[in-house]
């Protein structure tokens, strides 16, 4: 069967909010001794944060409660999780993204659609940001030709055979060991991707999508799949759980390998269509990308 989308998109991605905040804080101005505006803000003596506040955001302040809240959702969320300095930096820096796209959704009156002024709490602020960013990331729609091509180039990269994962996503090394262990002494996969995985797919049980790569893998020859991931897959057998967790990013992933089969390639008239939501999704995530770091660039931002 023909597959397009790369495992990591499957991975790394639920909404294009979630997937947006972690990406554009490197956007963000690094704090030096004393706060500084954001690049594009007019120059100055260095300004000083309220009492209470851990940013200020284009002149509306951010609480230092915030923070805590937030650090505590993520333990509350990953019993191995800790309150650390790197955590606290990570999730600054993305309630101030947030807060830059809030303020522009708000000031195109997002807030005031009936929909959302339904909605509730923290709810309604990632609607009414979602909202302003589906209607402003605006990108071409792809060609025959970039369909035709994504199909052939597709078609190369496969392999014989196609490997149906399961994961579980952590962000400690220990946690996942301590989940491999539970997974070889008989808990079932399932329950434990529900019980410890921070990705979306523990909804399903930890299932991912079916992907294909050439074996022996090789580094950039794996179809868009990690390497060390595939590297796992491959050597697998159906039912087997890796013994070692396979390192990704800031995260953590225990791999299930819940089945295998012969690949068998899709006829392009069956498969056009999922490829051309495929290369519009990649846009929107390239038009998302340059438009938020665009805001934060130029937005005041004090730490």
Known sequence: MFRMSP????????????????????????????ATPAAG??????????????AVVNGVQIPQSALDSAVQAVISR???????????????????????????AVSAHYDQRPEIVQASGTDKTDLVIRAWMQDNVHVPAPTEREIRARYDTT??????????????????????QDVISKAKAGQPFDALARDYSMVPSKANGGEMPWVSFRTPVKEGNTHGVPVEFARALAQLKVGAV??????????????KLEDKR??????????KEEIRRELTAEAMDAGAAKLVKSLVQSATIVQ
């Open 41 to 54: 803000a007019t120059s100055g003596a260095p300004q000083t944060l309220p009492a209470g506040a851990m």
């Open 7 to 34: 495992l990591f998109r499957a991975l790394c991605a639920s909404a294009l909010l979630v997937t947006a905040l972690p990406t554009f804080a490197q956007a963000l101005p690094t704090p030096a001794a004393s």
């Open 78 to 104: 990953n019993q191995d999780a800790t309150d650390s300095p790197k955590l606290r930096k990570a999730l600054k820096e993305q309630l101030i993204v947030r807060e830059v796209m809030r303020q522009q």
């Open 242 to 255: 890796a013994p070692q967790p396979v390192r990704s990013g800031q995260a953590w992933v225990v791999v």
């Open 262 to 271: 012969a690949m068998k390639v899709q006829p392009y008239s069956e498969v």
């Open 155 to 176: 078609n190369v990269e496969l392999g014989k055979f196609e490997f149906k994962p399961q994961v579980i996503v952590v962000a400690d090394q220990k946690l996942a």
